[in-house]
């Protein structure tokens, strides 16, 4: 879902999405008819200096600013200095994912995550085996998971990257005349959401702008931490006077497609041959299209000087989107598009490919899959590769060992001689600026309903509260829908389906008896002494 107003910089109008029509985005409407609004008529700067440079008449500017109601008033403020009206203390709260700090945090860890239901979303019977099921996963799961924390250090930086994340944005904020506190709340780990919410309360936070770290909306990241939130606020009198708004997604902003542009051309400038100034756009990005990956009729190599582009994003599951209304898919798409765009002016024209990892369990994921899209790549002759994490700002396992490791090893084996990856964004400068700006960009709509606007391509502002996100993203909290729904006899796609489902049920049913007797063989190895 994307909303109107203004980047910090840039002049593009956000009403102008090719791209976005093009695919045509199938996001949730909050208002019945979106309103797009010229993107300098949302700049902040321009609010406050009470001009009219965009040859409106009276009549045309009313038209405009008259649905705002609240959101903007008649009287131009000087909005840096909004958060220090009377007794006002505003907080920003930083959404992200969490990872264990050490080895032995792992296995609590593994099961915080598994037991979410928007991780493993159980049919609402089974709704009792959640924990359960998470305790069992997470104990089997932990050794192999360990081996990978292990391999980075013994476990993940996620949380001290995230914490001078919110002390680099802090400052910023700061500089920017804006005067508030940053907090951290991880969803499955220490400091946990709830933490951050206790810091806010005993702070005295009057006007909160809640921050998911993840570019893209996603029901399983922002909108999971999102669905916490909302049941924190129901039960808690400060929290429901509390006003608050959330920045759902930001990909579009410029000033987050300009850093991840920066970084990418100084990764390339360490191949050979960067290939600026030639249109070398022939492998990815033209002729036919398979699976989400773009490939050119006819071409079965590729000169090996050139470097690929190689977009890795964090994979859901395909029901997510296809069933569940998760705009995912299509803000990652034009994400990619956004960047490469900004390298084009740049005069780099590199082909490029998107792809999706880290999937699990049995169920279809979204495609291509980036391991099989790195054999396919070494297969068509690709020599170069530059692998760029799109959906992750801060360094954790899955670009620490996921990408650097099992991918790089999976590269070479397939036929690709040089490796390149492109960090996460982490503290870079040009990122934090534009987040505090994002943040800034919002204050006028805490606790008001930002106009909706579908194809908004520069920056973004805030939807409105959580619970107005969740209605439009979720409303229905409905119970992903399996990959096939009809029983087909054979040896068929659908029979091992349902074959699956039946073990998994006789599973669910041994595991349902062993906790509730604490006898049987699990407890017999030792796989499940936490229930004795």
């Known amino acids: 879902m994307n909303v109107a107003p203004a980047s910090s910089s840039g002049s593009h109008n956000p009403c102008l999405s090719s791209s976005a029509a093009s695919r045509n985005l199938k996001f949730p409407v909050l208002l019945q008819q979106g309103i797009c609004i010229p993107q300098r008529m949302y700049r902040l700067s321009n609010l406050s200096k009470c001009n009219n440079s965009w040859g409106l008449s009276k009549q045309q500017l009313n038209k405009w600013m008259l649905p705002l109601g609240a959101v903007v008033t008649s009287k131009c403020q000087n909005v840096s200095t909004a958060p220090r009206i009377g007794d006002e203390r505003i907080g920003v709260l930083l959404l992200n ?51 990978g924390y292990a391999s980075i250090g013994g476990g993940s930086p996620l949380r001290k990257i995230t914490d001078a994340q919110a002390e680099e944005l802090r400052k910023s904020l700061w500089e920017k005349q804006v005067p508030a506190k940053v907090y951290v709340g991880m969803r499955y780990w220490h400091p946990f959401t709830e933490e951050a919410i206790e810091q806010i309360k ?51 902003r410029e000033g987050y497609i300009k850093a991840m542009a920066n970084l990418i051309e100084k990764e390339l400038e360490k191949f050979n041959c960067p290939e600026k100034d030639l249109n070398s756009r022939n492998l990815i990005g033209a002729g036919e299209q398979r699976e989400g990956l773009y490939f050119l009729k006819g071409v079965t190599s590729v000169h090996a ?52 990892q880290s999937r699990v369990g049995p169920v279809e994921w979204l495609k291509p899959y980036t391991d099989e899209t790195i054999v396919e790549l070494g297969r068509k002759g690709v020599k170069n590769l530059l692998a760029v994490p799109i959906s992750f700002v801060s360094e954790h396992i899955e670009t620490l060992e996921e990408i650097d490791v099992e991918y790089k090893e999976l590269a070479l084996k397939s036929g690709i001689e040089k490796w390149g990856r492109v960090p996460a964004l982490g503290c870079e400068q040009t990122f934090i600026s534009d987040l505090a700006a994002a943040v800034i960009e919002s204050l006028p709509y805490v606790g008001a309903m930002a106009v909706s606007n579908l194809e908004a391509r520069q920056s973004l502002v805030p939807l409105g509260s959580v619970e107005e996100l969740l209605a439009t993203y979720d409303s229905k909290r409905r119970e992903l829908p399996p990959p096939v729904t009809v029983w087909e006899w054979g040896w068929t796609r659908s029979a091992e389906t349902w074959n699956g489902r039946a073990a998994m049920l006789a599973v669910l049913v041994l595991l349902a008896l062993e906790v509730t007797t604490g006898k049987g063989l699990l407890h017999q190895w030792g796989i499940l002494p936490l229930f004795h």
Not at 133 to 147: C, D, G, N, T, W
Not at 228 to 248: A, C, G, K, W
Not at 307 to 324: K, M, N, R, T
Request: one cysteine or more; charged letters at 20%; proline letters at 7%.
């Open 305 to 356: 000087c050139k470097v690929v582009i190689f977009f890795s994003a964090h994979g859901v599951p395909l029901a997510y989107v296809e069933e569940a209304g998760d705009p995912y898919k299509a803000e990652m798409e034009e994400c990619v598009d956004l960047i490469m765009e900004e390298l084009e002016r740049r005069k780099i024209n590199n082909s490029y490919a998107l792809a999706y």
């Open 97 to 147: 994912l969490g990872g264990p700090e050490t080895l032995e945090d792992v296995q609590p860890f593994l099961f915080n995550l598994f037991a979410d239901p928007d991780i493993i979303r159980l049919p609402r019977l089974f709704g009792f085996l959640q924990k359960p099921l998470a305790q069992f996963i997470s104990v089997v799961r932990a050794p192999k998971s360990k081996e």
């Open 202 to 252: 005993g702070d005295g936070i009057t006007k909160l702008v809640v921050l998911p770290l993840y570019p893209q909306f996603s029901i399983s990241t922002s909108g999971s931490s999102l669905r916490l939130l909302e049941s924190i606020f129901r039960e808690d009198q400060y929290l429901v006077n509390m006003q608050h708004t959330v920045i759902p997604s930001w990909y579009q």
